[in-house]
């Protein structure tokens, strides 16, 4: 990850890309509907304020501006270029501009990476024209993007033939993909939900979704990041965006696509198998407090809602209602989310109980439909919640009544509520036109039609404040700087490797002969473990090279033929360098631990309950390396098994703190261990009960090219 | 459950409710923004039919209308009597309309059964009356009903203040609820899906939300019934409506609140703590193919898609889409909901691709942005989906094109796909005004703005298709009729019981003296299970009454001493008959099967794997008794756990067969039982490997007053 200062220089040189001053378009058409004809229409349509500079040598004019015949010819140097001429003639122009001292470039062109090794080649000498004169590149292959702020539409998507943007949003949109960026902001135009700036990234050669991320996340005019990724190409930007983000206290939405083809994808060890590389993005965005939507309509909706910039670190949530049914319909909600709505206190229920006989003020507080006749009630009501009821956010039921001739007394009520107490995230579940819905948006309440939407993003606003207010994590344990060996070491190195970073195994004892098997049987005392021991045979359970439960001197005997026996008839050219015995551990639970390098996010520590639990039900956690014990204890706590590591069935509380000890230095190893490390695989590691450790009965890791 | 002819009779008393030809208002008022007013107001400005008689004392007109100052002066039996009078005279409103003989009855008046007990008592009083004359009664204390298609609006909602519904509407609403009723119409108006009709059932003294659905069912200008319901309070009607709508191949799409609240109900055994009465209702809706909405926005997109009455048995999902982003997006929906995208035909993709190099014909197809330009390119690509990948339905990524210049060229190629193959479900996922979005609906395609809702829609209309095509159950199989003791037996007893209905159990020997107890063990063999035998210790478990891996004779004589002591000490008043000694199973794989006494329901099976997945995961299955094997085997096969019976982690598969016999056998003996079942118990029960049978371990059959 870049410092802080580096990634801020980095972000900041796409001004000239997302705000510029002056722009040249080259390959500008006279016609306002063809490609290169539409980013000066519109331009000219929403008075953008600085030069326009047409570039095309067969008009002196395009559009009523004076054209140019070359970049060459250009007046002046603009903070942009636009590239729309076929891919034949493109790099040439990027050449050109960059050469001119053009610091943002953006390429509509398509016909590059995304078609061919030839296209692929012309994009990096296009990127390398721009970069040798420090110019920043968007796309190629890309819809561009508009600010409407300034003015500025370096885009040819069709949509703003169907109407602008308001120019005072504050949620700034970053798409990878131009059709559905597009989508997008037509979605959030029709819903007049403030999004003002729209960047799409097309093949990122240069500029990529984390460097769209870190500028809007520096920049003053936006409030909310709402993101539509189809993968992460790149961590450096990416994770210094997101730092960005949170250290400035803006949200980021986020919905990423490609779960099922992603988790197509061939897996290199067993734990990654487990799940794909989704997985480590969503690890990575949790990591950040980024909330990731489970649809783009989701994605707009908590948008939205983080207009209002309440993020409550403790979120709950009071419901004032007129339908008992919709109360329970938000509880049901509200619950499976985990947004708690603590009840009113007694003598508040009281008090409104009496004052209507017919409602229902615990939370839910059901007012009924006759409060609506009496604004006092209304007043009364919603009054104590805030009050009384403390609730960091207020879901207000009245559907249709605010487009009703109650609906302004109401109003008047409601907006001096939430005047008075301007610190509470106030929603209004109503139905109206447009006219009214802005009324109670100026009066300080989102306003959403669905009542279960609306839950939805009132718990995101509360996931975000959680996550701003979150004490800096821990820093991970120190280890000791461990050589790595130039291949895959045996299962008994492995264990060497990992005791140097305090990584506990199981006790046990590498055996040449059977005798030396015999003699540390007795030792340990029965029954034990016998493995087949080579730095060949990496999953030995496959080849039936694990003897558990061996009794007696016998056992170990036959054990020792036995195992030798196997390991010589499947993996006949596999160094054998004997057994290992070990102690057989009971009364532990049976977890595993493992790293996978993602090619992008590099080592990702993994946690999960043995047995069933992982190979059955996928309950395993994800997170990058490396981190402290605080994080890794969370990770522990985010597995659906939990209850069974507390103490579930009658068992003793499993040393949990062992555990995170345990994965925690482990992603330290990791970490420090450098890109030769390809994965590790402890399983299983036995928790065993409070005070009494864990340990890693088996390891493999796994040494790359 | 009613027989045929019986529930349809039921149903069709409800057409003087819900389709009245003539109306008395008792309590009419000639203000019409009043309760008393609104429905005539609204039936005037509707053009409502048939006679509207208001009943006033006080006045001699009611909105231009004369009115009469009684029941009994009116000129005419009214098809239906609407009350809107205070409490203490709308019982005898109710009698004085039923003994005039009106057979529909409508009680907006508040203040009965959900308020104290003398108002329950009043209701009761007022159903009395109502069906002495055989008239049926909806409320008290609902908002009414509309009809829009004979302009009849019996409602006091002030939703229509805002705009009436269609009257040509296809949908059907059935809501418990009165103010979320009114909110459904209004967001199913705005949204202009065709929604006409919209009935309210408040208390539920007579007429209830099981009766109206299967009116609905009945009726032929209904094809699609959506209800929003709060608590299923009758079986008998609820599952009538369900199976007419089922055989009628009428979709019923079902929001059920209550989750959260339901599940902190107090439950009465073992299994029963497992899950609330709401799994018992989502039980029943998957028996009938009704799908259960998440939330009320989904249901009417559920409602809308299913006005295309194409309900594809074995549905598989074509995507074409000017964007890859958004083919991603709604892969990931469809994998997630497991709706099937199979891939084109090869020929077809090699055609499409040498057509547009650009395109990835696969499935999604993307036919890019270009398509756009040449609408006879997508004439070409969505036929070949049609003619070539043969899908069910159809999903159009166009976006904003819609409504674009190019959106009428894309709408005349489409259309013309849309007619000529009329027997797929298509969906235009585009935004666009109203008129557009009218067009393109006339043209046969659904329009949805967003792609996830529109993917699940789409899903929802397979799940219909696949219910009715769904075989007729196979019937339960035909246990003897088995006399239950008066009280809890023991474990033995209860054993021999089921033994009645071949459920198989462990081999066991119920022993009264030590002695007796080591010749069983000696007979079975070692190790053995040794139990406490008492009929007043029902959870031996709880109190260490159950001893595991009883090794040899010594180990049994010890056993008998302690299972005896424990349960003296814990249970000093219980009843000891002496010790079970069992057969230990080995290799087995631990399940639950039970039985539970639902409320409204009756009797309820429940079948999950034992241990860990029934106590921490939760992951059990219930299913209405009786049923057959066939069913038996499903939901065996709907539990999250399956692997484990199908043979993970290297084990043998298990006998689901024999599961499936001994649980459909469970549910026969349960609905045979009568109502004095409180609850049975099997925990666990072995699923050995195949062929080779499975057994309970325990039997706990629980007898109630």
Known sequence: MPQGSQSSARFASLTPVLAARSIAIVGASDEPDRIGGRPIAYMLAQNYAGAIMP??????????????????????????????????IAVDAVSELAARGTK???????????????????????????????????????????????GYYPTFSAAMQTG??????????????????????????????????????????????????????????????????????????????LATARDARKPVVLMKVGRSALGGQAARSHTASIAGNDAVTEAVLAEFGVVRARSTEEMLDIAYAATRRIYPAANTLGVITISGGAGVLISDAAETLGLAMPEMPQVAQERLKALLPFSAPRNPVDCTAQAINDPSLIREFAGAMVTEGGYAS????????????????????????????????????????PEIVRQWEAAGYLVFADPTRATVAIHAMGRFGAAFARAPAAPPPSVPAIALPAATPSEAVAKRLLAQASI???????????????????????????KILSPDILHKTEIGGVLLDVADTDAV??????????????????????????RQLRGGVECIMGINRDPVFGPVAVFGLGGVFVEVLKDVVFRRCPFGEDVAREMIGAIRGLPLLRGARGRKPADIAALARMLARLSAFAAQAGPALRSIDLNPVFAMPEGEGAYAADAVIDIGE
Chains 1, 2 share one sequence.
Do not use: K
């Open 104 to 150: 943002g470039i953006i390429v509509f062109t398509a016909g590059f990476a995304e078609m061919d090794a030839a296209g692929e080649a012309a994009q990096a000498r296009m990127v390398a024209a721009a970069r040798a004169h420090g110019a920043r590149l968007l796309g190629p292959n890309c819809l561009g993007l508009f600010n409407a702020r300034i």
């Open 164 to 241: 602008y943007p308001r120019p005072d949003g504050r949620i700034g949109i970053a798409s990878q993909s131009g059709a559905y960026g597009t989508h997008l902001f037509v979605v959030a135009r029709d819903r007049d939900i403030g999004a003002s700036l729209c960047v799409t990234t097309g093949n990122e050669a240069d500029v990529t979704i984390g460097d769209v991320i870190g500028w809007l996340a520096e920049d003053d005019g936006t409030d909310v990041i709402a993101v539509y990724a189809e993968g992460i190409r790149e961590a450096a930007s990416f994770l210094a965006a």
């Open 504 to 530: 506990g195994t199981v006790p046990e004892r590498a055996c040449v002969t059977v005798e030396e098997a015999v003699a540390a049987a007795e030792a340990f005392g029965y029954p034990v473990v016998m």
């Open 394 to 433: 207020v879901l207000a039921f009245f559907t249709q009544i605010i487009a009703a001739a109650s609906g302004m007394p109401l109003l008047r009520e409601l907006a001096a509520i939430a005047a008075a107490h301007p610190d509470r995230l106030y929603v209004m579940c109503g139905i109206g036109p």
């Open 557 to 582: 005997r036959r054990g020792h033929a036995t195992l030798l026996e196997r390991a010589g008839r499947a993996a006949p050219a596999a160094r054998l360098e004997g057994v290992l015995v070990a």
């Open 55 to 88: 570039v095309n040598p067969r008009r002196a004019t395009v559009q009523g501006l004076r054209a140019y015949a070359s970049v060459a010819e250009l007046p002046e140097v603009p903070d942009v270029g636009v590239v729309a001429v076929p891919a034949g």
